[in-house]
Structure formats: structure tokens, C-alpha cells
């Protein structure tokens, strides 16, 4: 994607969702964390169908700590590796009251040192719930960047990288919420939905996908 074109590319988007939000639910640093923490390898709407139990009674690293890991384990074993991630979410609790008096703490290397918790969730802690400029790239933001040729990589900390250079200071802290939204809805990953994207223009994938028969353009 040529520079010029990148500035637009995000003007288009902020203009149709000025304030993009995490689609997982939470109430608090904590509960977000916990749900990032739960979210890997599985998608937002199964998380938040836990976190609506689970929250509910046990929404603090205390409160975690108290039911137990077979009563944790309860609430979200309808979550893909519920049983690691019940033992990452316990020992984090764990850290959390013994270290950081029972708060999440807002720099990158004590996030990565909790159990469980990757570059790719302290980015999401520390933009969401802090408003850090950070770039948490998953397999949407991955794909899109590439795709769209906003920022190639071939891994993700190559794509967070080119994307911590390419994406305007005025959009930084809501980018990765625009390209997860567009990945996740538009640009999908069997059959992009070309037709239908607001920033094709600026895109530099080739093989643009025709609206079906029938289809508004």
C-alpha cells in the first residue's frame, strides 16, 4: 500500500465506526484481562458466553483464587484448552495479589511475566484498558495487513512492527480495532467480501472478489 494511501485508508474507517470497541465484555481492567487470557484460540462470542457466569461470581483475582481451579474450571470448559488456560488464569490471580496488591499492572514486562499472557495480550491490556498506542496482531490483523499490503510480514511481530511505522500517530490507538472488525466481518480469510469493503480502493490485493449475483454493489 503506497504511503499516501494510508492516511485515507483510516480516515475511511474512522468515519464509519468512530469508536470501535473489543467485542469481548468486561467491566473492569481485571475482567478484561481474564477474558483476553481466555480468548486465545477461540473466538469472542464463546468467551463472553463464559465470562457471563463466571464474572458474575468471581470477577476479582480474589475472588478467582477462591473458587478453587476444579470450581473455575466449571465456568469456562466450554472454552477451547480450558484446563490450561484455568491454571494460567489461577497462577496469574495468584501474582496478581502476592505482587501487584491484586491490580493488573499497566507495563508490557509485567503482563508478559503472568502465566498465560503473551505480547499479543499485554498489546490488547495495554491499548484497551490503558490507551496505549500498541498493535495486537492476530490472525485478522495479520491477514488484512498483508493482504491489503498495509504492512506485510511474515510473522506477527514483523507485521506489529511495520504497522507501529505505517499507522498515523492520530489513528494509533484505535487502528487494531478497525483492522480486526474489518478481518474479522469484510476481509475474511476463505472469500473477502471485496464488494462490500469501504477501503478497496486503497488496498493492493488483485484478485478483489465480485459481488454474488444479485448483490448492491
Same mark, same amino acid.
Given at each position: 500500500?503506497?504511503?499516501?494511501?494510508?492516511? =485515507?485508508?483510516?480516515?475511511?474507517?474512522?468515519?464509519? $465506526?468512530?469508536? =470501535?470497541?473489543?467485542? %469481548?465484555? &468486561?467491566?473492569?481492567?481485571?475482567?478484561?484481562?481474564?477474558?483476553?487470557?481466555?480468548?486465545?484460540?477461540?473466538?469472542?462470542?464463546?468467551? $463472553?458466553? /463464559?465470562?457471563?457466569? %463466571?464474572?458474575?461470581?468471581? *470477577?476479582?483475582?480474589?475472588?478467582? %483464587?477462591?473458587?478453587?481451579?476444579?470450581?473455575?474450571?466449571? &465456568?469456562? #470448559?466450554?472454552?477451547?484448552?480450558?484446563?490450561?488456560?484455568?491454571?494460567?488464569?489461577?497462577?496469574?490471580?495468584?501474582?496478581?495479589?502476592?505482587?501487584?496488591?491484586?491490580?493488573?499492572?499497566?507495563?508490557?514486562?509485567?503482563?508478559?511475566?503472568?502465566?498465560?499472557?503473551?505480547? #499479543?495480550?499485554? $498489546?490488547?491490556?495495554? $491499548?484497551?484498558?490503558?490507551?496505549?498506542?500498541?498493535?495486537?496482531?492476530?490472525?485478522?490483523?495479520?491477514?488484512?495487513? *498483508?493482504?491489503?499490503?498495509?504492512?506485510?510480514?511474515? *510473522?506477527?511481530?514483523?507485521?506489529? #512492527?511495520?504497522?507501529?511505522?505505517?499507522? =498515523?500517530?492520530? !489513528?494509533?490507538?484505535?487502528?487494531?480495532?478497525?483492522?480486526?472488525?474489518?478481518?474479522? !466481518?469484510?476481509?475474511?480469510?476463505?472469500?473477502?467480501?471485496?464488494?462490500?469493503?469501504?477501503?478497496?480502493?486503497?488496498?493492493?490485493?488483485?484478485?478483489?472478489?465480485?459481488? =454474488?449475483?444479485? /448483490?448492491?454493489?
Amino acid at each position: 500500500m503506497k504511503t499516501a494511501d494510508i492516511q =485515507p485508508f483510516f480516515a475511511t474507517l474512522k468515519a464509519a $465506526n468512530p469508536s =470501535p470497541q473489543t467485542e %469481548l465484555e &468486561y467491566t473492569s481492567v481485571f475482567e478484561l484481562l481474564a477474558a483476553v487470557l481466555l480468548s486465545a484460540q477461540a473466538t469472542d462470542v464463546g468467551v $463472553n458466553k /463464559a465470562t457471563r457466569k %463466571l464474572f458474575p461470581v468471581a *470477577n476479582t483475582p480474589q475472588a478467582i %483464587l477462591a473458587l478453587g481451579l476444579e470450581g473455575l474450571e466449571g &465456568y469456562i #470448559k466450554t472454552i477451547g484448552l480450558y484446563r490450561s488456560k484455568a491454571k494460567h488464569l489461577m497462577e496469574t490471580c495468584r501474582i496478581l495479589v502476592e505482587r501487584h496488591g491484586g491490580q493488573v499492572p499497566d507495563t508490557r514486562e509485567a503482563l508478559e511475566a503472568l502465566p498465560g499472557v503473551g505480547r #499479543k495480550t499485554a $498489546n490488547v491490556v495495554l $491499548n484497551v484498558a490503558f490507551g496505549q498506542p500498541t498493535m495486537a496482531v492476530d490472525t485478522h490483523i495479520f491477514r488484512v495487513s *498483508n493482504r491489503t499490503g498495509l504492512a506485510p510480514g511474515k *510473522n506477527p511481530l514483523e507485521v506489529e #512492527k511495520q504497522l507501529m511505522r505505517r499507522v =498515523p500517530d492520530d !489513528y494509533a490507538v484505535d487502528s487494531h480495532h478497525w483492522l480486526i472488525l474489518l478481518g474479522r !466481518y469484510v476481509c475474511q480469510a476463505r472469500k473477502p467480501r471485496c464488494w462490500e469493503c469501504l477501503v478497496s480502493s486503497y488496498c493492493d490485493f488483485s484478485l478483489k472478489t465480485p459481488p =454474488p449475483q444479485g /448483490a448492491l454493489r
